[in-house]
Structures are given as structure tokens and as C-alpha cells.
């Protein structure tokens, strides 16, 4: 047996050897993704799969030493058997013997001796004996009868102990035979329990030192991602400090020609001064006065073409959670799915949206072509089990869009055609263990448009109406959207003089048929700061409830309060 486990352990080995001395393959292994593997890959898998048969190995060797075990003791059970029946055989065949050479005493004992009769001379009467009286003396074969009887009793009793030992030592041996049979079951179940943990324990190191494994090559695959996205960034960073220059260098233009214009009316007003009446003075037209109740828009009837022109003919939607503007979030009161969050939740954006070039398209009427980026980003703030203060990236949305406005008197239109994608952050996979792809149906490209008006009667109210269509696949995601809600500024006063400080509120309802058309509803309030509304700071307290409107987990029913702070650069 020892040179067949020698035998099988040595073909074992050199067939490892031969396997890890074979040459490369030319080719590169492919990984899952179909993609080449890199030599770190390559190592790491061939550590595994040493690692693998290693463990295959030992687990063999395991088994074969425990066989050899229960062999070698059930041999050790059947000798010690053999020996124990060998020894009650002698001791029966002994008592046998015995019991036969007493039968053979009592039988010599009990028979009786015939002695030879006298011979009877030939007609010679024998006369009788005279009678002397009665016999005093017992006869002699009485007593030999009376021994025989007590003998025969005593072997009885012998025989009926003998018989009696017997039984009581083929119980005994009988018991002694259930014992050694229930120690052997007893100590081969010890042994396959032991196997049996030892092999649990040998399968938790492999899953862990898998997992293990597998975690590597997660963070392996995102530090890439991240250096990508870094590579990305910065990229983008070097766009906005060109457009930023060039937007610099077209401010000074404007205000050069602003200067020289001004300076041409003052002189204009300064000779018709004495020559104009209050009463002859010209009404301003109704698309500027409407314009005017809105700050943040443009007037059209004043709109000569231009390229990158100041303000927009469409003003953007504040409240809405996926418009390209720069704002910041505090959430400390958040609820996912009707379960509070134990920390702080917090969105973050960077954005902007910068018309290209405007012209008028006749009176009263002006349009604009444009571009919007934005970066959605969300940070969550815990404490961990040792109770350390953790922040870490949720969630990043990236938004790019194509946009063309329309402004006549107090209306104005928005059409636009954007894409948005939805990226999990590192620390959200490290934190939850995904190594694995997850459906995401927030990565899509979608077609809407925009209608909004100023209310005449409520100066600084304005309403905007919205419907959209997506241009994926309907098993990728649904089609329809649509948006509602009003935000309301408080106008400046009848003399003109520009407030500072500005009380601002807004309601924002947008649905998707991806979610059932399950409401999402947005609610601010608070202040607006600053002499304009284009460049203004606003703070207000806000809540959210309906669908996430961030990550690729929308599906999420979640409702919030907080503090926001909101700027738009341009």
C-alpha cells in the first residue's frame, strides 16, 4: 500500500513539473472580457492555479492517509477478535474435556465387579440352610447404589455450572464484541468528522483567498478606471481655461464697445435734453418689457448677432436636479426605500450651459445655439465600526448637451438633444463588494423640449412645461419623459433701483416611464444674492421625494431635506 501512495505522489509531481516547465504559448491569453490579459493577469492566474492543484494534492494525501487509517484499524479489530473467539474455544473445549473425564470416572465407579460362579457338584443335594435369625448387616450393593446416585448428581451440578459459564462468557464475549464494534463506529465518525472540517476549512481558505483574488483585480481594474478618468479631467479642465480665456478676451471686447456706445448716448441725451418731453417719450416695446421681468433672459427686441453672447434667451431651470449649473448640497436628513441613512448625504455639480452665437430672427424675436457639460457627483459622510468619520464618492453622472432657444416677448422654447451616463464611485464598490457588471439603464441619450412664459399678472413668476423621448432600445430603457413646476423672483421695485438680496421659492415635478411615471418632486425656498441674476448666488433650504435622480439605482424611492447653495457661472 505505501509503495502505491509513493508511486502516485511522484506522478502527481512530475506531472506538475512537466506542466510548469512546458513553453508559453505564442498566443497572449484572452480574460472574460475578451480582452488580452496583462503579465500581472497572467501571473496571478498561474499563482491560483498552483495554488489549486496544491491544494488538490494535499487533499488526496489527506484521503489516502485516512483510508490507510481505517484500514490499518479494522485489521487491528479483526486479529484482536480472531484472538479473543481462539481463547473462548480453548477454554470450552477444556471444560468439554473435563466434564468428559469425570463422566468417565462415574461410570467406571457405578458398574459392578461379576465374580465367577462355583461349580455345582452332580446330583449332590444341597439342603437348606437352617435358619439362624434375621440378617443384622446391610447389603453391599445398596451402597454402591446410593454413591452412584450422589455422583450422578454432582456431575448434573457441574455440568449445569459448566453450561451456565458458558453462556455467561458467549454474553460476555458477545458484549465485548457490540463494544469494539460501537468504538470503531464511534472513532470512524470522529475521523469523518475531522475529514470533514478539514475539508470546510480547506474550502473557507480557498473561497477567501479567491475573494481575495478577486478584490485585487477589482481595485486592479479601478485605479485604471480612475487614472482614465483623471487623464479625462484634466483634459477637460485644459478646455475650460481655453473657453474661459476666450470668454475673457470677448468680455473685454464688449466692454470696450459698451464704453464708446455709452459715451455716444450720453452725448446723443445731452443735446436732445432740453428738446424732449416726458409725455413724447417712445413705450417700450412688449418684448423688452417682458423680457425685463426676467433677468436672467435676454431681450429679444435688442438682440443684434453675436458670438458668445452674455446671459440666455432660455433661462435655466434651477430646481431641476439634472441641470448643468454648479450648486452644493448638505443632506443631513436622507431616506432610502422608508430607511433613514445614519450620515450625511451629499450631491455636488459642476456645471454650466454657454450659448455659441445668437441673431435675431425678425422683430421682437431672437435664437441662440449652445452647448451644456455637467458633472453630477454625490458623497456620502459615515462613521464607520471603529467610529471613524468616512467620506467617500456614491455615485458620478456625466451630462453633455446640445441646446437651441427661442425667445419671443414672454415666451421662449428650449430644444435639445443630450446624453447622460451614470458611473458607480470606487469607494461605493470597495465598500458593498461589486466586482461584478450591474445593469445600469442610466446611460442613454434623450430628445426634448421646453416651453416656459413669464406671468404678466405675477411679475417675476415663471411656469415651464417639458416632454422628451429617448432614443435607446425600449428593453434598454424606456421612452417618455416629462417635467412641470414654476420658480418664482422677487422683481426689482417700479423705481429701478437693483436689490441686493432677493427672496426666491420653486416647485420641480419630473416623471419617467421608466419608473412608472412615479413623481419626483423638488421643493426650494430662500434668498437670491447679488446685483445680477445671470451671475447670482442662491441659498435655500430644500426637499426632494420621489425616484433617485442620480445613480443607476432610480428605481430607489427617496426623500430629503437639506440646505443648497446654487451659482451659475455665466
Not at 150 to 158: D, F, N, Q, S
Not at 198 to 209: F, G, I, P
Not at 288 to 309: D, G, M, N
Not at 327 to 336: D, G, H, K, N, R
Amino acid at each position: 500500500m505505501s509503495c502505491v501512495i509513493a508511486l502516485t505522489v511522484f506522478s502527481a509531481t512530475m506531472a506538475m513539473a512537466q506542466s510548469t516547465t512546458q513553453p508559453a504559448s505564442a498566443t497572449v491569453p484572452l480574460g472574460p472580457n475578451g480582452k488580452p490579459l496583462t503579465p500581472a493577469e497572467i501571473r496571478l492566474r498561474e499563482k491560483q492555479a498552483k495554488w489549486i492543484e496544491e491544494q488538490r494534492r494535499y487533499k488526496a494525501e489527506m484521503a489516502e492517509l485516512q483510508r490507510r487509517a481505517q484500514v490499518e484499524q479494522a485489521e487491528k479489530e479483526r486479529k484482536k477478535k480472531e484472538k479473543e473467539e481462539a481463547k473462548a474455544r480453548e477454554k470450552q473445549e477444556r471444560e468439554a474435556a473435563k466434564l468428559a473425564k469425570q463422566q468417565k470416572e462415574t461410570e467406571k465407579a457405578v458398574t459392578p465387579v461379576t465374580e465367577p460362579k462355583p461349580a455345582t457338584p452332580a446330583r449332590t443335594p444341597v439342603s437348606a440352610p437352617a435358619a439362624t435369625g434375621p440378617v443384622s448387616a446391610a447389603s453391599p450393593f445398596s451402597t454402591i447404589s446410593s454413591s452412584n446416585e450422589a455422583e450422578e448428581k454432582r456431575l448434573a451440578k457441574e455440568k449445569k455450572e459448566a453450561e451456565e459459564l458458558a453462556r455467561k462468557q458467549a454474553k460476555e464475549a458477545e458484549r465485548e464484541r457490540e463494544r469494539q464494534q460501537k468504538e470503531a463506529d464511534r472513532i470512524a465518525r470522529q475521523q469523518a468528522k475531522e475529514a470533514e472540517r478539514t475539508k470546510a476549512a480547506q474550502t473557507k481558505q480557498l473561497d477567501e483567498q479567491q475573494r481575495r483574488q478577486a478584490s485585487e483585480a477589482g481595485q486592479t481594474n479601478a485605479a485604471r478606471q480612475k487614472a482614465a478618468q483623471a487623464t479625462a479631467e484634466q483634459q477637460r479642465q485644459q478646455t475650460l481655461e481655453a473657453e474661459r480665456l476666450k470668454a475673457e478676451q470677448a468680455k473685454q471686447t464688449r466692454l470696450a464697445e459698451e464704453k464708446t456706445r455709452r459715451q455716444a448716448e450720453e452725448a446723443e441725451r445731452t443735446r436732445n435734453k432740453e428738446a424732449k418731453k416726458v409725455t413724447e417719450a417712445p413705450k417700450p416695446d412688449a418684448t423688452a418689457e417682458a423680457a425685463a421681468t426676467v433677468p436672467e433672459s435676454i431681450q429679444s427686441s435688442s438682440v443684434k448677432a453675436e458670438f458668445l453672447p452674455r446671459g440666455h434667451l432660455f433661462a435655466p431651470i434651477t430646481l431641476d436636479p439634472l441641470e448643468a449649473q454648479t450648486y452644493l448640497s448638505v443632506l443631513p436628513v436622507f431616506v432610502i426605500d422608508g430607511n433613514r441613512y445614519d450620515g450625511a448625504y451629499v450631491p455636488f455639480s459642476f456645471g454650466f450651459g454657454k450659448p455659441f452665437y445668437r441673431w435675431p430672427t425678425k422683430k421682437g424675436r431672437a435664437a441662440e445655439v449652445g452647448l451644456d457639460i455637467a458633472s453630477f457627483t454625490q458623497f456620502e459622510v459615515y462613521r464607520d465600526e471603529n467610529d471613524v468619520q468616512r467620506r467617500q464618492i456614491v455615485n458620478n453622472d456625466y451630462k453633455v448637451s446640445i441646446f437651441y432657444n427661442l425667445r419671443s416677448g414672454r415666451n421662449s422654447w428650449r430644444f435639445r438633444g443630450y446624453h447622460l451616463s451614470s458611473h458607480l464611485g470606487d469607494d461605493y464598490l470597495i465598500r458593498n463588494q461589486i466586482n461584478y457588471r450591474t445593469p445600469n439603464p442610466v446611460n442613454y441619450e434623450l430628445l426634448d423640449v421646453t416651453y416656459s412664459r413669464d406671468v404678466q399678472k405675477l411679475d417675476g413668476m415663471r411656469y415651464y412645461v417639458n416632454v422628451g423621448y429617448g432614443l435607446r432600445k425600449p428593453e434598454e430603457r424606456r421612452k417618455i419623459s416629462a417635467q412641470a413646476g414654476f420658480y418664482y423672483r422677487k422683481p426689482n421695485p417700479a423705481s429701478g433701483a437693483v436689490k441686493f438680496v432677493r427672496p426666491v421659492a420653486g416647485i420641480d415635478l419630473k416623471m419617467w416611464q421608466q419608473n412608472d411615471f412615479r413623481p419626483g418632486i423638488h421643493f426650494a425656498a430662500g434668498i437670491e444674492l447679488g446685483k445680477s441674476t445671470n451671475n447670482s448666488l442662491s441659498f435655500l433650504i430644500e426637499s426632494y421625494t420621489g425616484f433617485r435622480p442620480y445613480s443607476q439605482y432610480e428605481s430607489q424611492q427617496i426623500q430629503w431635506v437639506g440646505l443648497g447653495v446654487y451659482l451659475n457661472p455665466f
